[in-house]
């Protein structure tokens, strides 16, 4: 059936993102083939966007987010983009604001090199020691979940 084939085809996109873990070099990506939709050019070998993020509340203090994107553009072999902090607020009426400070940074040889002046060497060493989830994360044991129930909701939003 069309559902049966549909989960199929979900289950096979889910393993081979599991594949990517641990990823430890993420010169790796330049690599590595992705996702290809009908919207890719020929010969366009595409861009990954690699993502972590923590957020801490430290006792007495507001919520505050720490984390890096990288743009890993496979057609020039380069990398940027940027650090982030982020702290969430309240404005003078009592509603959330999301304060975001970004720091630009590029990877050369798997390193994580900030492309502007910092303001303290702490930051500097946060940014240069940043590590993605996907270069630790380890999803060998996920066949012990083998009746997990993966599945798909067509109907919410994207």
């Known amino acids: 059936t069309k559902t049966n084939g549909r989960n199929a085809q979900i289950k096979d996109t889910f393993n081979q993102t599991l594949k990517l873990y641990p990823t430890k070099n993420l ?3 330049y690599d590595k083939e992705g996702f290809r939709d009908q919207e890719f050019k020929k010969g366009d ?5 690699v993502n972590s993020e923590m957020v801490i509340e430290p006792k007495g203090k507001d919520m ?20 982030f902090i982020s702290e969430m607020t309240d404005d003078s009426n009592g509603r959330p ?3 975001e400070k970004r720091y630009p940074v590029k990877m050369e040889h798997n390193k994580i090199i900030p492309t502007k002046p910092l303001p303290n060497d702490k930051l500097k060493n946060e940014i240069e020691d940043f590590k993605f989830f996907v270069q630790y994360g380890d999803f060998k044991d996920i066949n ?6 993966i599945s798909y909701n067509p ?4």
């Open 27 to 29: 010169d790796d990506f």
């Open 45 to 49: 070998k595409g861009t990954w966007i």
């Open 64 to 83: 505050e987010t720490r984390g890096m994107v990288l743009y890993i553009n496979r057609n020039t072999r380069t990398t940027k983009g940027y650090y």
């Open 97 to 99: 604001k999301d304060d």
């Open 144 to 149: 012990d979940y083998k009746d997990g129930d």
């Open 155 to 158: 109907n919410v939003p994207s």
